[in-house]
């Protein structure tokens, strides 16, 4: 059964400064990883999807890695602003399954 | 294009009761997907369909829960007799093949 981590659960640093969150999983057979970001009482925004095949994918100033064969991705954010203040979910998709880390939620403190 | 549209937003009953939930997914997506989200139990898959037609309910709770999917713009979620534990956040999501899915906004259910 796949299962997906997320670490650090939360997480609080100064505006303008660049940070990585972390999500491992146990099965390495899988399709494809997503990234999302859900906002207090708000449904999820896909950020990046990254396919099995593919090692990193970037959007702005966001980049996702993905390490297959160690069951672990990376979301790296740049110069972090308060508005990136949000839960940040990882979800690996097996066949059409996606299953989700618990989240890390982060505060862009200005 | 409108996204994924949930009604109703916010849903408040009493236990026992029936609650009925509704999705109305991307035009042209193949694929639906209703999840439910707790505190404690995150995010989780409840079943999903493909073409109209459910493929994975494995992750129904139990037989008070049902899922129905009569065409490919429409799609239900139907708690009977509904619990105080059912209390929790429901998504829909479609996507296109096995692709990204994208979400509804949800809906918050609290069975008092």
């Known amino acids: ?110 | 294009d409108a996204g994924v549209i949930q009604s109703p937003r916010h849903e408040v009953t009493e236990m026992g009761q029936e609650v009925t939930l509704r999705c109305k997914p991307i035009s042209g997506h193949d694929y639906l997907f209703w999840y439910r989200q707790t505190m404690m139990r995150g995010l989780e898959l409840l079943i999903y369909f493909n073409n109209n037609v459910p493929i994975d309910d494995s992750g129904m709770p139990e037989d008070r829960f049902s899922a129905k999917m009569p065409n490919a713009s429409f799609s239900t979620l139907k708690i009977q007799p509904s619990e105080p534990r059912d209390s929790a956040v429901y998504f829909c999501a479609s996507s296109l093949l096995s692709y990204e899915q994208y979400f509804g906004p949800g809906t918050r259910l609290t069975v008092t």
């Open chain 1, 1 to 110: 059964k796949q299962e997906v981590t997320q670490i650090p659960a939360a997480l609080s640093v100064p505006e303008g400064e660049n940070l990585v969150l972390n999500c491992s999983f146990t099965d390495s057979a899988i399709y494809n990883l997503q990234w999302f970001r859900q906002d207090p009482g708000k449904g999820l925004t896909s950020l990046l999807l990254i396919q099995s095949s593919q090692r990193e994918q970037t959007s702005g100033r966001l980049n996702a890695s993905l390490d297959k064969s160690s069951g672990r991705s990376t979301l790296y954010i740049a110069a972090s602003q308060p508005g990136d203040s949000a839960t940040y979910l990882c979800a690996v998709q097996g066949a059409q399954k996606l299953v989700f880390g618990q989240g890390t939620r982060l505060t862009i403190n200005p």
